[in-house]
């Protein structure tokens, strides 16, 4: 083989994904180095606040002083317990009845983890990177035949809540994965695996069902009905999970849902004054992950006709995140680690939005948004 034959792989679909692994498997292994010092239960941000699950050893856990805990140390002591049978697994949940919602990963990590506590946590870390790389493998396969797009893949690891959701073991990357996925089959007319995709999605993360809607008036309107039929059967699951969940943890926990939101830009309002009046102590991370996800979301509504005359299932529920973005209370936008994964969405369906050519706007803000996730991990790595 010559070396220009050698090289040839570079020039052909296959390149994203190459790269897409490659980049996964090297942040990984620094984050497991640098980061962790090789103890895996450092991708679950496990504070002292809290009881940690029964099923695992807290001599054997990187515990971060003074702290509650993130979202990925919850998931961690579900996956440990899906079923919830020991007590003390309760009690190691800050709210059981919203963290329940979101089953899908955790319930996936201890199956193939065969219930094994001591590989519960690789398979859930493993799970996440296996689900954004096939995002990646899904995209080039669907954008990747324009030579002038063979790039355009691997913007997905632009996002930054991307990294932040890898990083910490929550599941806002696997959902949008999933989506990406679903998003696939939909475009090939495969309504069973789209169906069952976009369930597994909204089983990962609640808010995704704005993808489903967005399925089904799209069905509806092309009088696609066998698709509505699957997305009608995919509720059926979806609703009864819910329902169990409020029913089983009616009065554990004090967290209204609805305590994220309030009157539309106020929290922005609020986000503005803490950035700039200082009236407390700012991270300075803070301005360039809530800039980057305004001019995301600005760039999302700049694309709003376009998607309402040609991709009617992307304009659903990207009105829908604009929506909870706008009505956000300083309860999500508080801190660049939550509303960088919380809204990870809006870039996704920016990424899948149709785009022949890639503009300078676009170009541009990709570069500000791979900067950005550049930053995060240059940041928490070191």
Request: hydrophobic share 50%.
């Amino acid at each position: 083989m010559t070396a220009l034959e050698s090289l040839s792989i570079f020039k052909t679909r296959r390149f994203a994904p190459i790269i897409a692994f490659i980049i996964l498997l090297t942040a990984t292994l620094l984050l497991m180095s640098f980061k962790h010092n090789w103890n895996i239960t450092g991708f679950f941000r496990i504070g002292d606040q809290l009881p940690v699950s029964p099923y695992l050893n807290e001599n054997d856990l990187v515990i971060h002083k003074d702290q509650i805990g993130y979202d990925g140390q919850f998931f961690l002591t579900i996956a440990l317990d899906p079923a919830m049978s020991d007590e003390d697994s309760v009690e190691s949940l800050d709210f059981p009845r919203y963290r329940m919602k979101r089953i899908l990963m955790p319930a996936l990590a201890h199956i193939i983890s065969f219930g094994q506590a001591s590989l519960i946590p690789y398979s859930f870390v493993f799970l996440n990177g296996l689900l954004v790389f096939l995002a990646i493998f899904f995209l080039n396969k669907r954008i990747g035949e324009q030579s002038e797009q063979q790039l355009r893949p691997l913007l997905y690891l632009c996002i930054p809540g991307i990294w932040v959701s890898f990083s910490l073991s929550t599941v806002e990357a696997a959902a949008c994965s999933l989506v990406i996925l679903s998003y696939y089959f939909y475009k090939k007319e495969k309504p069973i695996l789209t169906s069952v995709l976009i369930l597994l999605a909204c089983l990962t993360k609640e808010t995704t069902i704005l993808f489903l809607m967005g399925y089904a008036i799209s069905a509806i309107l092309n009088k696609n009905w066998r698709l509505v039929s699957g997305l009608a059967i995919a509720l059926i699951p979806f609703c009864s999970w819910h329902l169990y969940i409020s029913m089983t943890f009616t009065d554990v926990g004090q967290l209204s849902e609805l305590g994220n939101f309030g009157i539309p830009l106020q929290g922005h309002i609020e986000k503005l004054q803490q950035l700039f009046l200082l009236k407390e102590h700012v991270n300075k991370n803070e301005y360039l992950y809530y800039f980057t996800l305004c001019i995301g979301s600005l760039y999302l509504i700049a694309k709003l006709p376009g998607l309402w005359k040609s991709q009617i299932e992307l304009f659903i529920p990207a009105c829908g995140y604009l929506l909870i973005f706008v009505q956000s209370s300083m309860a999500i936008l508080t801190y660049h680690l939550g509303y960088s994964r919380v809204f990870l969405a809006i870039y996704t369906i920016i990424l899948l939005s149709k785009s022949e050519k890639t503009n300078k706007l676009d170009k541009s803000i990709w570069i500000f948004t791979g900067l950005a996730a550049f930053r995060y991990l240059y940041w928490f790595i070191k």
